[in-house]
């Protein structure tokens, strides 16, 4: 076990631990579980640290870093699921299970851990045919306040502090050890189509009275629901060049030629309507493999990340449809920083929804990964904090547009900018079942010790007890016997 009380980057934060501490071992999480309580010290349980609402961190904590212990992967040939600890990455359980050509549901990016993705939710490549991460869980390892581990699942005397990990607020509750999963049988190939189409048909302009290709097709609800389930893409879109990638997974467990066909049929269905220009079909060997050779560097140490799910409801889609078509005309134009290394701005969607995601079982997953149809984001990546002023206000005027337009928002770490992150409604925005949550979090978190920004307990007095006042490590003195009577 190793200890830390700085990490770089920490100055930059506004909510920087006050001890890092990295177990190897359960003993090692149980010794740290039961000082922290016994003083009355939070602690906040972290993986890869991408959650975007700051909650594996705080001020002043005890931070337990997973990631160097708890890489345990195992898998089950009887019910064909994978038990992992909780110290994996996404790469690591993929990359697992391509040996044994299974895949699991999870997130889309190779270095973020499960145990947190799985925690909230979590949507990737197969959600749209069979729900979020989190629906697909069936175990969990988990330990309390004071050092009490328990195997959790949906039908067991715990099953409340289940279903409330999955979706209700992360490390709220104590510190996930360990995940068991449900796996699905694997393509063949993981196949990704790339595909450039243009905002208008070919020589045409919104002046001609044509519909754009969202109003047509990206934001047509009728037309998604005929796009199978194992077929779903990230879009990319790029106004300097008044055009749009598409990368489109298809997940589908057929042969390379019926994929091609499926694929084919969408080609056709843009260039008919005038919106096609290029594309071009990459295969990988798995899906672990695509996601370590797409995820890409870090970010830069200054970003801010907004997303927004957006319903399936044509109303709402019409909104985007209009919102993505002013990004094109010129009128939006992102500064240029003072360091050659900035980005842009970039404006992205996920459509990773579908009947899958919209049947799932865990109860307290946020509504909007329920009722979603997209996710649309827009990210802001600079470099020097003499450009702060200069950026981040943009980004808040793109949260102003977008905001409206969905009923689940994330507003990813600005390092530099201390505005972000307030949301007044985060009870509703986040979870299903605030009340149902906050009682399971005073079940088994009675001293409301494991508190994390936006989580349950966040409304609470922190800290209101230690390990002392809720359990005794004392012996009862002994019993005496009664006294004698005499006759």
């Given at each position: 076990?190793?200890?830390?009380?700085?990490?770089?980057?920490?100055?930059?934060?506004?909510?920087?631990?006050?001890?890092?501490?990295?177990?190897?071992?359960?003993?090692?999480?149980?010794?740290?579980?039961?000082?922290?309580?016994?003083?009355?010290?939070?602690?906040?349980?972290?993986?890869?640290?991408?959650?975007?609402?700051?909650?594996?961190?705080?001020?002043?904590?005890?931070?337990?870093?997973?990631?160097?212990?708890?890489?345990?992967?195992?898998?089950?040939?009887?019910?064909?699921?994978?038990?992992?600890?909780?110290?994996?990455?996404?790469?690591?359980?993929?990359?697992?299970?391509?040996?044994?050509?299974?895949?699991?549901?999870?997130?889309?990016?190779?270095?973020?851990?499960?145990?947190?993705?799985?925690?909230?939710?979590?949507?990737?490549?197969?959600?749209?045919?069979?729900?979020?991460?989190?629906?697909?869980?069936?175990?969990?390892r988990f330990m309390l306040f004071n050092g009490t581990t328990l195997n959790l699942d949906a039908t067991g005397p715990h099953r409340d502090l289940f279903w409330a990990i999955l979706g209700g607020g992360a490390s709220s509750y104590g510190v996930l050890l360990g995940i068991t999963a449900k796996t699905y049988e694997a393509p063949d190939q993981f196949i990704i189509m790339k595909v450039f189409l243009s905002v208008w048909p070919t020589n045409m302009t919104k002046d001609d009275g044509v519909p754009s290709v969202f109003t047509r097709f990206l934001t047509n609800?009728?037309?998604?629901?005929?796009?199978?389930?194992?077929?779903?893409?990230?879009?990319?879109?790029?106004?300097?060049?008044?055009?749009?990638?598409?990368?489109?997974?298809?997940?589908?467990?057929?042969?390379?030629?019926?994929?091609?066909?499926?694929?084919?049929?969408?080609?056709?269905?843009?260039?008919?309507?005038?919106?096609?220009?290029?594309?071009?079909?990459?295969?990988?060997?798995?899906?672990?493999?695509?996601?370590?050779?797409?995820?890409?560097?870090?970010?830069?140490?200054?970003?801010?990340?907004?997303?927004?799910?957006?319903?399936?409801?044509?109303?709402?889609?019409?909104?985007?449809?209009?919102?993505?078509?002013?990004?094109?005309?010129?009128?939006?134009?992102?500064?240029?920083?003072?360091?050659?290394?900035?980005?842009?701005?970039?404006?992205?969607?996920?459509?990773?929804?579908?009947?899958?995601?919209?049947?799932?079982?865990?109860?307290?997953?946020?509504?909007?990964?329920?009722?979603?149809?997209?996710?649309?984001?827009?990210?802001?990546?600079?470099?020097?904090?003499?450009?702060?002023?200069?950026?981040?206000?943009?980004?808040?005027?793109?949260?102003?547009?977008?905001?409206?337009?969905?009923?689940?928002?994330?507003?990813?770490?600005?390092?530099?900018?201390?505005?972000?992150?307030?949301?007044?409604?985060?009870?509703?925005?986040?979870?299903?079942?605030?009340?149902?949550?906050?009682?399971?979090?005073?079940?088994?978190?009675?001293?409301?010790?494991?508190?994390?920004?936006?989580?349950?307990?966040?409304?609470?007095?922190?800290?209101?007890?230690?390990?002392?006042?809720?359990?005794?490590?004392?012996?009862?003195?002994?019993?005496?016997?009664?006294?004698?009577?005499?006759?």
């Amino acid at each position: 076990m190793t200890y830390a009380t700085d990490t770089p980057g920490n100055t930059l934060k506004p909510s920087a631990p006050g001890l890092i501490v990295f177990p190897m071992t359960e003993g090692d999480v149980r010794k740290i579980v039961t000082f922290a309580a016994k003083y009355r010290i939070r602690v906040v349980g972290k993986c890869s640290g991408h959650d975007q609402l700051q909650r594996s961190n705080g001020y002043g904590v005890i931070q337990l870093v997973t990631t160097k212990g708890f890489k345990n992967i195992s898998y089950n040939e009887t019910d064909h699921t994978i038990t992992f600890g909780a110290g994996n990455a996404h790469a690591d359980t993929y990359a697992f299970l391509a040996e044994k050509k299974r895949f699991a549901v999870g997130g889309t990016w190779a270095y973020v851990c499960p145990a947190g993705c799985l925690s909230n939710g979590c949507y990737g490549f197969f959600t749209k045919e069979f729900g979020t991460g989190a629906d697909n869980v069936v175990g969990l390892r988990f330990m309390l306040f004071n050092g009490t581990t328990l195997n959790l699942d949906a039908t067991g005397p715990h099953r409340d502090l289940f279903w409330a990990i999955l979706g209700g607020g992360a490390s709220s509750y104590g510190v996930l050890l360990g995940i068991t999963a449900k796996t699905y049988e694997a393509p063949d190939q993981f196949i990704i189509m790339k595909v450039f189409l243009s905002v208008w048909p070919t020589n045409m302009t919104k002046d001609d009275g044509v519909p754009s290709v969202f109003t047509r097709f990206l934001t047509n609800l009728t037309w998604y629901q005929t796009v199978p389930d194992h077929i779903s893409w990230q879009l990319d879109h790029k106004p300097a060049d008044m055009n749009m990638l598409l990368q489109i997974s298809y997940t589908g467990r057929t042969t390379v030629e019926v994929a091609t066909e499926e694929l084919s049929a969408l080609i056709a269905e843009w260039t008919e309507a005038g919106y096609y220009q290029i594309h071009g079909v990459e295969g990988y060997s798995d899906v672990a493999d695509f996601a370590v050779k797409n995820s890409g560097p870090g970010a830069p140490i200054r970003r801010v990340s907004q997303s927004i799910y957006v319903d399936a409801n044509q109303e709402a889609l019409d909104k985007v449809a209009a919102l993505w078509e002013m990004l094109y005309s010129g009128n939006f134009e992102s500064p240029v920083g003072s360091d050659p290394f900035d980005g842009a701005f970039f404006f992205w969607a996920q459509y990773r929804y579908g009947s899958g995601s919209y049947a799932g079982k865990a109860p307290h997953v946020a509504r909007g990964m329920r009722t979603a149809m997209m996710e649309i984001a827009h990210e802001n990546v600079w470099m020097k904090q003499a450009d702060d002023m200069d950026r981040a206000p943009i980004s808040n005027m793109v949260k102003e547009l977008m905001e409206p337009l969905g009923n689940s928002s994330y507003q990813n770490h600005c390092s530099s900018w201390a505005s972000y992150n307030v949301y007044d409604d985060y009870k509703t925005r986040f979870y299903q079942n605030w009340e149902g949550l906050t009682a399971v979090k005073k079940k088994y978190d009675p001293c409301n010790l494991y508190v994390v920004q936006y989580g349950p307990g966040w409304d609470l007095p922190k800290a209101t007890c230690g390990l002392s006042s809720t359990t005794s490590t004392k012996r009862p003195p002994p019993k005496r016997p009664p006294p004698r009577r005499h006759a």
